[in-house]
């Protein structure tokens, strides 16, 4: 094995240790990563890693039309009018992400991301972010959050929301994001990008003993190699 590919596989060993694996809150929340990337590789229905767009007329689509940073963005549109189009995540179940502990509980989480568009006279867009137990059942909900009065076609605007306190045996966070419109009587289109979703506010994830033992690995190997280089 060459030194460079050691390296990769060394930095890649302490991505996966001290990276996104250990956050807490959404994965992929840029929607950078495509389905294709998933591992495993998620099912038809991820449009991006991670997330879902639900089976309507009009789903969510994976763009590169508009995006707030990187280069794809979500877009949630109605074009023909009479519709919604929809994209969801379960923070563990889809994202992949650690559960929520009792650590977490009591803690209001502020969910923020970016969006950028209109739905028009007729339509609205909105975001739910609801607490789930190992079962899926909810335990705690935000209810419908409406937030087209405060985006435009011109610019980015960055929406923030404060959670309720997160209920005991907690164990997921779930976002759900919707754009409904009826028909389009002023002929203006309905089409609302959304883009870097995250969550602040909760106590990271402990890392298992396991992949502390798993980064101290790799630490180890690249030490031996870069001393065994040296001798030569």
């Not at 549109?77 to 009591?106: H, I, R, Y």
Request: charged share 5%.
């Amino acid at each position: 094995m060459s030194f460079k590919s050691l390296t990769c596989l060394t930095l890649a060993t302490l991505a996966v240790c001290s990276g996104s694996a250990f956050a807490t809150g959404f994965a992929n929340g840029g929607f950078e990563i495509a389905n294709t990337a998933a591992n495993p590789p998620g099912p038809a229905s991820y449009f991006s890693m991670a997330w879902l767009a639900a089976p309507t007329g009009n789903p969510a689509l994976w763009s590169t039309a508009q995006a707030h940073s990187g280069t794809h963005s979500a877009l949630l549109t109605v074009p023909g009018g009479f519709g919604g189009s929809t994209l969801f995540q379960n923070s563990t179940d889809n994202g992949g992400m650690p559960a929520l502990t009792a650590a977490n509980v009591g803690e209001t989480p502020t969910l923020s991301f970016f969006a950028l568009g209109d739905v028009g006279t007729t339509g609205n867009v909105l975001f739910a972010l609801r607490y789930l137990d190992g079962k899926g059942n909810i335990l705690g909900n935000s209810g419908n959050q409406f937030f087209q009065n405060k985006i435009n076609t011109s610019s980015w605007s960055q929406i923030s929301f404060v959670g309720a306190p997160i209920p005991v045996g907690t164990t997921s966070l779930f976002l759900e994001m919707n754009s409904a419109v009826g028909p389009l009587l002023d002929g203006r289109s309905n089409a609302v990008y959304i883009d870097d979703i995250g969550i602040a506010g909760l106590s990271p994830a402990v890392p298992e003993p396991q992949s502390y033992a798993l980064m101290l690995s790799g630490l180890l190997l690249m030490g031996v190699w870069v001393r065994r280089g040296a001798s030569v």
